[in-house]
C-alpha cells in the first residue's frame, strides 16, 4: 500500500540554526509533491511544490529537494526562527492525480 | 492563490445530530476537495466535489454518512449525518488551482458530545 512516512518525533533546534525535515514514501510515483505548514487549530498553508523532474526549489529561506530514486524529500528552514514553530506536512498527489495524500507531520519547535 | 471561507468554524454537536458545513471560494474553481483531520492525525480525504457532478468519495466514506452539494464553481457544502463522538474532527475544505497547488479553508471543529 502507499505510505508516506514523515518523523514522527518533534524537531527541537535553536533559533538561528537549519532545520531539515525528511518525507519518505513508498508505492508511489508521484508527479510532484509539496510541503504544507500548519498551525495548532488552522488549516495547512502551502509553501513549496517541487515536481518529479526538479532536484530542488527555494522560497526565501526554504529549501526543497526531490530524490526520485530513493523516494524521499527534504524540507530545509536555514536561520530558523520561533515563528517557524509549526507542523509541517508533506504532500503527494493521490491516485485520482488531483487530491493529495498527506503524510502525518512533523512538529517543529525553534528556541529562542 | 485562492481565499477559501467556512462555516462554521467550530461546533459542538448532539449525538445523532446533521451539520452542514459551507465553503465559500473567492473565484471560480473546477476542483474541491474534503477533507477530515482526526486529533493527531494526518489529512484525510473524502470525496472531490466537482460542479455538476456527484462527488466522488474515497474508500471508507459513503454519501449517506456524507453528502456534499456542489450547486456551482464558488460554493460546497459538506453534511456530517447522524453525528457520533468518532466524527469529532476538524472538517477541511480545498481546491486546486491550475498549477496543482491545493488551498485549504481555516477548517470547520467539529466535537460530538
Known amino acids: 500500500s502507499q505510505k508516506i512516512e514523515q518523523n514522527s518525533e518533534a524537531l527541537n533546534i535553536q533559533e538561528g540554526k537549519t532545520a531539515t525535515l525528511t518525507c519518505n514514501y513508498t508505492?508511489?510515483?508521484?508527479?510532484?509533491l509539496q510541503w504544507y505548514r500548519q498551525d495548532p487549530g488552522r488549516g495547512p498553508v502551502f509553501l513549496l511544490l517541487?515536481?518529479?523532474?526538479?532536484k530542488e526549489k527555494r522560497k526565501e529561506r526554504l529549501k526543497v529537494t526531490f530524490d526520485t530514486t530513493l523516494k524521499q524529500s527534504l524540507f530545509h528552514i536555514t536561520a530558523s526562527q520561533p515563528a517557524d514553530s509549526a507542523t509541517y506536512l508533506c504532500?503527494?498527489?493521490?491516485?485520482?492525480?488531483?487530491?493529495?495524500?498527506f503524510g502525518k507531520g512533523t512538529s517543529l519547535l525553534v528556541t529562542p | 492563490s485562492a481565499v477559501i471561507s467556512q462555516k462554521p468554524s467550530r461546533d459542538i454537536c448532539q449525538r445523532g445530530t446533521s451539520l452542514t458545513i459551507q465553503c465559500q471560494v473567492d473565484?471560480?474553481?473546477?476542483?474541491m476537495f474534503w477533507y477530515r483531520q482526526q486529533p493527531g492525525q494526518s489529512l484525510t480525504l473524502i470525496a472531490t466535489?466537482?460542479?455538476?457532478?456527484?462527488?466522488?468519495?474515497e474508500s471508507g466514506f459513503v454519501i449517506d454518512k456524507f453528502p456534499i452539494s456542489r450547486p456551482n464553481l464558488t460554493f460546497s457544502t459538506l453534511t456530517v449525518s447522524n453525528m457520533s463522538p468518532e466524527d469529532s474532527s476538524i472538517y477541511l475544505c480545498?481546491?486546486?488551482?491550475?498549477?496543482?497547488?491545493?488551498?485549504f479553508g481555516e477548517g470547520s471543529w467539529l466535537t460530538v458530545v
Open positions: 504532500a503527494l498527489d493521490g491516485n485520482s492525480g488531483y487530491a493529495l495524500n
Open positions: 480545498s481546491v486546486q488551482d491550475s498549477g496543482n497547488t491545493i488551498y
Open positions: 473565484s471560480q474553481v473546477t476542483m
Open positions: 466535489a466537482n460542479q455538476g457532478s456527484e462527488a466522488t468519495y
Open positions: 517541487i515536481r518529479e523532474n526538479e
Open positions: 508505492n508511489y510515483s508521484p508527479a510532484y
